[in-house]
């Protein structure tokens, strides 16, 4: 990075972009020179140095075909490709700016909340920049089918996942502000996390012949959350305190076993029922848009 | 534990001086502080701060009912750990004593150094009626039993994992119920919905 940036010194060759063998020190600041601002000019050095940023930023698993990403996403940028042709249908633009829009929200995990809230701004610009025929702004059209891509492409069954749109969608003429699509989309992100713990869950609590649960045991595991979930009239620290004591090793144990204890075996719950029940939970919690 | 102060009268400090008041120009390096109480009311202890005073300060208690009354010493040489130096010296001191009716402040001063001394915010008090005990949750006062108690049942999931699992997914929806904006909802203008010739037949 910091090659990128360094100025040239005044009689030294400059660090970064000359070979470390030539000979001759006078030729080499001239045509360092040259080079230099060239690529300046052209705008490479902005952009290398954004790439640069970004990988930091993601620390992706891949860094070579994120950055083939990244600078495939750079060429659809501009307007016009290269000059070929007429420039392409509105809707072939939109689902571009959809995909793009989807490739920056999910550089960073929405844990990495700085980041993920760059993304998304940038996102946001992408979806709402104005074109030949679009207003600019983000309509709710766009906004829930980027919602929609969003929980498809973090495979979440249908069923799970439509409660939550439902709440949180924008009817097509609405205009949606930044905050909006902010919360939108961390809530989507959330919930495709909160599905696959309820996943990993289900796993520990299914019986691996059966790839079933005891219902009795994912009802009292799903009851004790609600029962965490409930607001109570403590301020925030007593009320983690208490959650923190209800889920508890021991106290899950207790729930546990008083559950079988208690009751008779009856019809086994399946993995679908428990994410479709474990995320009402959370969706319960999640504030309606508008 | 609650305080309640004691009304009482503090008189002036009163230089105590040996030989006439008219011959001596110096200012005198002893003072008292008369405390007395319109009612008799026993107390528990003193509060005051120190103003550099004290190479020693003498508490004067007079124990009353039993025994004939008599003037006790309570403290003595304690408040200025080095009369020459800062340490101490504006500090707030607490004494707690029992069944006094009668208090004497006797106020030396600790060192040349300090031209004027005596004590400020004297307060007495008593013990007050005892705080109400706080009403503490119901999970607090019934922890759970320390022994993990034999499962009775085969076949059930690890509790350990199924919290550690059950704590993030709460974790979750805790974030998301807290975040919240409060943003709302514009609207495009659609061409022509605003027309007053429309608007009128509405």
Redesign the interface.
Known sequence: MAAVEKRRQAVAPPAGFTDSGRQSVSRAVGAAESEEDFLRQVGVTEMLRAALLKVLEARPEEPIAFLAHYFENMGLRSPVNGGAGEPPGQLLLQQQRLGRALWHLRLAHHSQRAAFNNNVSVAYECLSAGGRRK?P?L??RTYSELLRRICRDGQAPEEVVAPLLRKVQ?RD?????L??F??GT??CF?LL??VA??G??FQ??E?PAAAVA?RR?GQA?LD??EG??QASD?AAP?R?L?????????????A??RA??GRRPSAPMTREEFLER?AA??IA???P?? | MSRVLVPCHVKGTVALQVGDVWTSQGRPGVLVIDVTFPCVTPFEGITFKNYYTAAGIRVCQHTSAHTPAKWVTCLWDCLMPDPHSEEGAQEYILCDMARISELHLILQQPSPLWLSFTVEELQIYQQGPKSPSMIFPKWLSHPMPCEQPALLHEGLPDPSRVSSEVQQMWALTEMIRASHTSARIGHFDVDGCYDLNLLSYT
């Open positions: 207003r702004g309509d709710g924008c003429h609405e205009a949606v502000p905050s909006v902010r919360a961390l809530t959330v996390e909160f713990r309820a990993a869950l520990l609590l019986d005891d045991v595991v004790t959350l965490a979930l403590a007593a983690f208490e959650a923190g004591s209800r889920l508890g090793p021991d106290s899950l144990a207790l546990l076993d079988v204890g474990a939970l959370f919690k999640v504030k848009v508008g």
